[in-house]
């Protein structure tokens, strides 16, 4: 059985969803990163970074998202990885812009948040992250105007992921964030899953992303 730590709606959640898709046995820690749980001796012993998420597979211990979701759907029959191919070089490809683009672009932003004081300063350094953001999110419509997600017609994992991080616009109002029409209908239509359902009521957290 695995082990997902995970901080309620961080990218964790992508995470939490895919196990779930994946009908795994798995157990799921709460280490919030809000109450700090991240930051206990406990947790730093299994990952000193004290970030999550992180999974435990029969002892091994894996620390970054994307590689923790590219080894659960490597080491699990599903439908959200093609095992060979172009196909499959594309949904990496995307989930790798969903993990190391979006997400590193939000993450700017939290710390803007937290180590500028509000002022000309902050404002001029969310504006200029915003729109890095808006472009993310303008190129991801533009992709969907034609298909029902990112690789084609199949959900895959960085579906799931962008979905997760759209919901952090309501923590960032400053960035001021608009979501195309394509965009927020995949979104809408991946939390509906059942899974995404599932995850979020285990979670409790209440979903929310930007207009």
Not at 69 to 93: C, F, Q, S, Y
Not at 169 to 186: E, F, H, M, T, Y
Request: glycine residues 4%; hydrophobic residues 45%; neutral net charge.
């Amino acid at each position: 059985m695995y082990k997902l730590y995970y901080s309620p709606a961080a990218c964790s959640l992508a995470i939490h969803v895919i196990l779930r898709e994946l009908d795994a046995k798995f157990e799921a820690i709460n280490t919030s990163l809000q109450e700090g749980k991240n930051r206990s001796p406990e947790f730093l012993k299994i990952n000193p970074r004290g970030n999550v998420p992180v999974l435990v597979d029969n002892g091994a211990v894996i620390r970054e998202g994307a590689a923790i979701i590219l080894h659960l759907l490597d080491n699990n029959a599903n439908n959200l990885l093609p095992k060979t191919g172009l196909e499959r070089t594309r949904a990496i490809e995307w989930l790798m812009f969903a993990n190391s683009t979006l997400h590193a672009n939000y993450s700017k932003a939290f710390t803007v948040a937290r180590a500028i004081p509000e002022g000309d300063a902050q404002q001029q350094a969310f504006k200029a992250i915003g729109d890095m953001i808006q472009k993310n999110w303008d190129e991801l419509d533009a992709t969907l105007a034609n298909q029902q997600f990112l690789c084609g017609s199949q959900i895959s994992p960085a579906d799931i992921l962008i979905s997760v991080i759209a919901h952090w616009d309501v923590w960032l109002p400053q960035l001021s964030i608009k979501l195309g029409k394509n965009a927020q209908r995949l979104v809408n239509e991946v939390v509906a899953r059942p899974a995404y359902q599932q995850a979020l009521a285990a979670e409790q957290v209440t979903y929310q992303e930007a207009a």
